[in-house]
C-alpha cells in the first residue's frame, strides 16, 4: 500500500462541526477502516455512525467476521454522520 492517508470525513450531528479521523488498511480484509476507538476519541458520547439514514455497519472481514479491535468501513468521499447526543 502507499503512504497516502486517508481520512474520514465526519459531521458532528450535535454541532454540525466536520471533523477527519485517520483510516488505515486492514491487510487481512484488503480494506481501509476506521478504528472506533478513534472514533470515540473524537466524539466521547459517539453512539451511532451513519450515512443518511442509514447505519453504517461494523467492518467485516472477507468471511463476513467483524474485524477486531472494533471499526467500521472507510467510506471514501462521504461525510458520516456521527450521533453523539446525550440520552
Same mark, same amino acid.
Given at each position: 500500500? =502507499?503512504?497516502? #492517508?486517508?481520512?474520514?470525513?465526519?459531521?458532528?450531528?450535535?454541532?454540525?462541526?466536520?471533523?477527519?479521523?485517520?483510516?488505515?488498511?486492514?491487510?487481512?480484509?484488503?480494506?481501509?477502516?476506521?478504528?472506533?476507538?478513534?472514533?470515540?476519541?473524537?466524539?466521547? #458520547?459517539?453512539? =451511532?455512525?451513519?450515512?443518511?439514514?442509514?447505519?453504517?455497519?461494523?467492518?467485516?472481514? #472477507?468471511?463476513?467476521?467483524?474485524?477486531?479491535?472494533?471499526?467500521?468501513?472507510?467510506?471514501?468521499?462521504?461525510?458520516?454522520?456521527?450521533?453523539?447526543?446525550?440520552?
Amino acid at each position: 500500500m =502507499t503512504g497516502e #492517508n486517508h481520512l474520514q470525513s465526519l459531521r458532528q450531528l450535535s454541532t454540525g462541526q466536520v471533523f477527519q479521523v485517520e483510516a488505515y488498511y486492514h491487510p487481512d480484509s484488503h480494506q481501509h477502516i476506521v478504528l472506533w476507538d478513534d472514533l470515540t476519541q473524537a466524539f466521547p #458520547n459517539l453512539t =451511532t455512525v451513519r450515512d443518511g439514514t442509514t447505519v453504517v455497519p461494523r467492518a467485516r472481514d #472477507n468471511a463476513q467476521h467483524f474485524i477486531e479491535p472494533r471499526c467500521i468501513k472507510y467510506q471514501s468521499d462521504k461525510t458520516l454522520d456521527a450521533d453523539d447526543f446525550k440520552k
